[in-house]
Structures are given as C-alpha cells and as structure tokens.
C-alpha cells in the first residue's frame, strides 16, 4: 500500500507514485501547513485506466453476483479493521473529529456489506408474469467523482454498487482528502478484486473528467459535489450519452411547528448541523420556527451553539474541527457581511476565529431579508438561520423557496400537519421528528438544482444496470 503520506494512484492493480507524475500537497485544515501530497495522473494514466477497466469488465460482468458480492463483503471486513488508523488520517486532512471520521467509516463499512449481502438478488432476472422477465445488466465502466467532506462514505456508495451490480469502475478522489479513497481501494485490493475492476486516480478534476467522459469506455457517470461542477459534468456526459447520476448541493429547511418538543428538537439540530462543521449536502440551513415558539427556541438553539466546543480535531474533547478548506472560510466571511449588510442580525458566532487553522463558529442570523445570498446558495458550513412563521402554508412555502431540494426535516406530533408538510416539501427526502442522513438501505437523490438519480439500496445498484426487457412467445425454459 501507498506510504500514508504520499498518496499513489492505483491502476490496473498496482500502486504507482513517481515518473512523470506532479505531486499535489495536502493541508491540514487545523494547522494550514502541507503534511503529505498527492500523485496527479498523468494522461497515460488515465488512458491506462480506460483500457484495465474496459479489458477487465467482461469477467467482471460474467462473473456469478454472489463471489463480487463476497468480494465486496471480504473487503467491507478488511476495511473495518482498519478504521481507527483510517479516521486519523481524515480527520488530519478534513478538519472532521476523530469521532465524525471513524463513524463516518462505520457507514462505508456497513454500505460495502450491503451492496455485498444483496448483489446477488439484485442481478437476478425479475420475473414478470409467464411470458416476459427484467433481465438485469451491468452498464459498464463508471466514471465516479468524489468530494472531500465525507470522502469514505461517499465513495463506498459509488463503488459497492457499481462493483455489486458488475461495473468496472475508475474513481477520481478528493485531491484534499485522498486517504479514504486509498484505504478503500487498498481493501478491496486485499480482498481479491482482479485487476483493472477498480482504478483510482488524482489530479486536476477538469483535466481528469474530462479526459474520461470523452471516452466511449466511459457508460456511467455518478458525481457527489456542487451544482455546478455537476452541470459542468453532465454537459460532457451529454457526449456520449453517459448516464448520469447526480448528488449535488442541498440548503435544507427545517420546520419546528408549535406543538414541538423543543427538548428533543434543539439538541438533534446542533448535533446534525455543526457536524463535519457544516459541511455536508443534506445539513440544516433554515429553521422556520411557529411564531409562538420562535423566542423560546431562538434562546436555546442560541445556547446550544454557543456550547459547541471548538478544537483540534484530534483532541476528544473537541465537538467541531476547522472548516475544509480556505474556501469555506472565505464563503462564510462573503455569506455573513452580505446578510449582515442587508440587515440580518447576528445572535451568536459569525466571524473566523482568531487562530491558526480555518475556524469558523457556530453561526446564527435572525432577521434576514429573503433576497440574502445565504437563503439562497448552499451555505456548506455552521451557519444557520432561524426566522419565525404564521402558518403551515408560509412554512411550506419558505422551506421551497430556494432551488434546492435535497432534505427536508419537521417537527410536529399533528398527523395532519406532518401529511401536508410530506406532501408540500420539494424535497428528496423528509425527516420527521428527527434527523436523519443517508443510509445504505435506503435510496437518496435530489430534485431541482439538487441533482438526479438515486444513490442508496436497490435503486443506487439498478442505477449501474440496463433492465432488458425480454418478452417471451411461449414459456421460458
Ligand atoms: P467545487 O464545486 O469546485 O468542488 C466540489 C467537488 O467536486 C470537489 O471534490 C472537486 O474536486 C470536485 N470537482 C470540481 N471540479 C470538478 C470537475 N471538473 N470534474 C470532477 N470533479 C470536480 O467546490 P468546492 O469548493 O470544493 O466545494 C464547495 C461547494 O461544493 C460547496 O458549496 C457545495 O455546494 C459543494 N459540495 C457539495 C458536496 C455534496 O456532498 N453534495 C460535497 C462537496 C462539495
């Protein structure tokens, strides 16, 4: 395996740093000083790629569902013996704590074993009535491109289902959080996987994408990260008629009607949203709270984010780390001052904290006017607003007036109200009384500028498949 702080890329089944190939550095986001680097694919690399993958996907596809989902269950094992190494890795090159890292690869974890227990139901025929069936396929190649806020899980939900179903696959990982990426290959290399299944490389995304989406290798394209790099991508994809499946950004609502119970609800929104400081897809933007509620839950969730303990993300003590990346600071700083400017009010947080690393605090702004940036661009970090509500059809309203729809969360005990709110929200998903992210069972997918396609359970695998529709004169068999 790649020595941990110099990543390598990894094709046709070996591990190759050196050459020709650039090096990228890695900043730790506590300290912003390089402590390790990156090999940047070279062409050839790519091109080398390509041609392990496509030349490996006939016995891959051919292969019986079972032995690639043992596979895919030998390195789920292997991957689970490695996770408190693995988390220190992340959380040094992504700022998450140590505890956010290692229960992040519990779910990459637990995501490889499902692909694994079911790939074999999954590429089973599908009877319909005597005469005709759905006869399952492997697409082919996928391109897979992923980001740096929660590297493990994201991959593995690209990787297990595309291999479950019999996809060759050639992942790009996060250039500033590439550990995860080779510790998965890494297991899944360990565990059997033949050469040329799984590839894996780095470098200048634009470069790498694309360079691979104009090959008519590629068949699949899956993407987790802004809305327009997936646009970006998908244009390209346009090409050659690539299916795309797109997970992009989020700036989810959350409804707190008046009969909620803030004792529940106060704690499972701090907790959710300053994980990862902020910085996932599916995290809490905008609180729309009951106006007869709104005092006293701005009181407490003010509290409760003022109790955040900020720190080192190696340090256990620590709740939330540093931002990613400068860029976050900087959009946290861009988003803040223009709300700030057009009169929002600032309850608790709301600038960098003075010291070395990209802290930014839990942030909360009340009073901000609906034509604020921070209502309607991702605001990917610990900042949230709250602002109070008359009735459920302003509510619903609000929560839909942005061009996302990723997650939607409420909280209510009145059936009546929880029917409208499921029916009303433009939203891939809807969490009631709780919240809730991804899981490996389930599917998860977006609509408006949230994406398409589905990643998750049955659906995240027959997105990797052609469903042949056969059509028989008498009976099978
Ligand atoms: P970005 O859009 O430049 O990059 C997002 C991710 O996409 C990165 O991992 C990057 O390496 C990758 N990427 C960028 N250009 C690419 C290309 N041409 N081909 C392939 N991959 C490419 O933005 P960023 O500054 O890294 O992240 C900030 C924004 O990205 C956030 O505001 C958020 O909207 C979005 N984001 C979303 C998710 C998510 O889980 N949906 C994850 C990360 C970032």
């Given at each position: 395996m790649s020595d941990a702080m110099s990543h390598e890329v990894f094709i046709n089944g070996k591990w190759r740093v050196g050459g020709s190939r650039a090096?990228?550095?890695v900043i730790n986001p506590a300290t912003e000083k390089v402590f390790a680097s990156v090999a940047s694919a070279t062409v050839s690399d790519l091109d080398e790629a390509l041609a392990s993958a496509e030349l490996s996907r006939k016995g891959w596809s051919s292969r019986p569902a079972k032995?690639?989902?043992e596979i895919l269950a030998a390195a789920a094992r292997i991957l689970?013996?490695?996770?408190?190494?693995?988390?220190?890795?992340l959380s040094a090159e992504q700022g998450k704590t140590i505890a956010e890292a290692a229960g992040e690869y519990a779910?990459?974890?637990?995501?490889?074993?499902?692909?694994?227990?079911?790939?074999?139901?999954?590429?089973?025929?599908i009877p319909m009535g005597p005469n005709r069936m759905i006869v399952p396929e492997p697409l082919g190649v996928v391109a897979a491109f992923t980001p740096w806020n929660y590297p493990a899980v994201l991959i593995a939900r690209k990787l297990a289902p595309a291999l479950a179903a019999g996809c060759p696959v050639i992942l790009k990982g996060a250039e500033e959080a590439p550990s995860a990426a080779v510790h998965i290959v890494e297991s899944l290399h360990q565990s059997g996987i033949p050469d040329g299944v799984v590839n894996l490389v780095f470098g200048v995304p634009v470069h790498i994408s694309r360079h691979l989406l104009s090959s008519p290798i590629v068949k699949v394209l899956t993407f987790t990260g802004s809305t327009a790099v997936g646009k970006q991508l998908a244009t390209l994809a346009a090409n050659?008629?690539?299916r795309c499946i797109l997970e992009l950004g989020g700036h989810s609502p959350v409804i707190v009607c008046e009969d909620a119970d803030l004792g529940k609800a106060v704690p499972a929104i701090s907790e959710y949203k300053f994980e990862c400081a902020g910085q996932s897809c599916n995290a809490p933007s905008r609180i729309l709270v009951a106006r007869t509620l709104y005092d006293e839950f701005l009181s407490?969730?003010?509290?409760?984010a003022r109790k955040i303990r900020i720190g080192l993300p190696d340090d256990a003590a620590t709740d939330m780390g540093p931002m990613a990346n400068a860029r976050r600071i900087e959009a946290m700083q861009r988003l803040t001052k223009d709300a700030v400017e057009r009169g929002a009010r600032i309850e608790t947080g709301g600038a960098r904290l003075d010291r070395p690393g990209f802290y930014w605090p839990p942030t909360i702004l009340t009073g901000v006017p609906k034509d604020?940036?921070?209502?309607?661009?991702?605001?990917f970090g610990p900042i949230l607003t709250v602002a109070p509500f008359e009735d459920i059809e302003e509510a619903i309203e609000e929560a839909n007036a942005t061009d996302y729809g990723l997650a939607a969360y409420l909280f209510t005990g009145a059936a009546d109200a929880q029917k409208m709110m499921i029916n009303g929200l433009s939203a891939g998903a809807v969490s009631v009384n709780y919240?809730?992210?991804?899981?490996?069972?389930?599917?998860?997918?977006?609509?408006?500028?949230?994406g398409y396609g589905y990643e998750g359970g049955e659906l995240g695998v027959r997105s990797f498949q052609i469903l042949k529709m056969v059509n028989g004169l008498g009976s099978f068999g």
């Open positions: 090096t990228l550095p032995e690639r989902g689970a013996t490695k996770i408190e190494a693995a988390a220190r890795d779910r990459a974890v637990e995501t490889l074993e499902w692909n694994g227990t079911h790939a074999e139901e999954l590429s089973a025929p050659n008629l690539q407490r969730m003010t509290e409760a604020a940036r921070v209502l309607h661009e991702e605001p919240l809730k992210g991804v899981s490996a069972d389930a599917p998860y997918g977006g609509v408006k500028q949230s």
